[in-house]
């Protein structure tokens, strides 16, 4: 027996000729009941699925762009020489001395005389020295006779800051294995001494131009000053050995 609805004494809904129950008096939606009047039922809403995650698209390649070509710088030319010329030590310096002989000092002087109508960019003097003695010492000494030689130019009008010097020491021999198995490597040994006279010297290169009468002749490139010695622009002395 359903409570809101007309029921017969045995307790069953009494239904209408279409099958309907009677609803009694005080009937309302809220006690509707089954199977007189269909029940609204809360529904679960359905579950939520969450989509798969699509896969995110593969990156374009990236496309490096092609290294511009290296473009070389063309090599400066060769700076023109005005004068190139080897000293031996024995005509510039006494023995194991950095002070000027004056057979140095007129060597010198020929080369500033040959340089009156030049414009002159750069003097460099190296020193070198023979392989008697320590290497530093022999370094310092001829580093000493370049400064000497450079000084000097100095007083003949070539500006200090145009006057480079460097001082080698023994590092570059000319001798090679002439003088090998001479006995002691010491200034006592004259023979050794002599042999290795060569490689005392001080080397002088000018850097520059020189402006040429329309009838003159254009001195050749390289050309020394003072050769008295064997070999290209080399000056020697005999006035004793010097280290």
Known sequence: MEPGYVNSPEGVNVRNPYGQCWRAGYWTPAIASEPCDAVARASAPPPVVAAAPQPEPAPAPQVRPEPAPLVQAA???PRPVLQKVTLSTDVLFEFNKAELRESGKQKLDEIAGGLKDAKVDEILAIGHADRIASEEYNRKLSEARAQAVKTYLAQKGFGEDKVR?????????????????MGPERASNKKLVNCLQPDRRVDIEVFGTREVAATG???AAGATAGQTGSGAGSSTGSSGSSR
Do not use: H, S
């Open 75 to 77: 090599p400066e030319p």
């Open 165 to 181: 010097i460097e001082g080698r020491g023994e590092q570059q021999p000319v001798t090679g294995d002439d003088c090998a198995k």
């Open 217 to 219: 002749e254009q001195p």
